[in-house]
């Protein structure tokens, strides 16, 4: 669905985005994460060819962008940096403006009526009333910058930062919409700075940081074993006296366990046959955020306003780079 090889964008001096290779596989829900100013808007834009990169090659949907970047995009439903409207009409207006302006014009104007209330519902703003859009709350704009985007019934959904301003309810909405999407075949391409709407939703993971890919994976895989078993029991003292020294960890009813020669079956049955009583026995797996924080250092515009710092106080770059790395 997406494939770059080696992009590049410089403003200047500054390397935004540094020889990315991304892979994006029809039918995924990709996650593309990174600190902030670590470039996924500069890439999100990149593949809509919104902005030219300075070297490399992108393909979506199996044609170059920019070069064709007119086929691809009926076939898009994206949003990028927050949803763009006319503040002065309803959203209902603006959706209507936007599909008679779209790739896929339909001349029924009935279809084109049944089409704006189909992803007004979708999105949850089915009962919006004539209100402007500058009355609206972000997280009502971030829906109408969505509905937006499913006008086209794209087959790619390319997504920047989407549940931006949205309550924990809101955000679940979207969570759902995209899952439900992508099940009907829908690939969907969202970044994002937040870990948990990751993990929750995707299936494959890329980690940018400084503009460079330093990760892309499985989401599974991302998450592999740490070689820990969790053992949850009601009697947690019963179970440290049988595992000994073996406990690594110890919260409440939850112990980590050095990993057990047969893994959690060898473990579980030696503490039911010592009468610990077991709620749950799990593999210890790795979280994203473990994984994320391992490989990327603090976000490249903070990093970038203390160099500045440092250079305004005399310090040199090798200073700066080596507090970073802290
Ligand atoms: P955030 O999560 O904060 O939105 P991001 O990962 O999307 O950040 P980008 O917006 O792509 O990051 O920016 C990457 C870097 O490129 C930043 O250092 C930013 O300041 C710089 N940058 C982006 N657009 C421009 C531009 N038009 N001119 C100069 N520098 C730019």
Known sequence: MIETRGVTKRYGSHVAVDDVDLHVA???RYGFLGPNGSGKTTMVRMLLGLVYATRGEIEVLGRPVPARVAEVLPE???MVEGPAAYPHLSGRANLALLDASGPRRDRDGRRRRDRVEEVLERVGLGAIDRRPVRAYSLGMRQRLGLAGALLNRPRLLVLDEPTNGLDPHGIREVRDLLHELNDAGTTVFLSSHLLAEIEALCTTVGVVDRGRLVLEDDLDAVRGPTGRLVVRTPDPDAAARV???AVAER???TLVVDGAP??????ARHLVEHGVPLDGLVEQRRSLEDVVVDLTGP????Q??????DRGAGRSMADTQRRSRR
């Open 26 to 28: 029809e039918g995924a």
């Open 76 to 78: 898009i439903g994206a």
């Open 243 to 245: 595992l000994g020294r």
């Open 251 to 253: 919260h409440d009813h």
């Open 262 to 267: 047969g893994g959690p079956p060898a473990l």
């Open 299 to 302: 976000g490249s515009d903070t």
């Open 304 to 309: 970038r306003s203390r160099e500045h710092a």
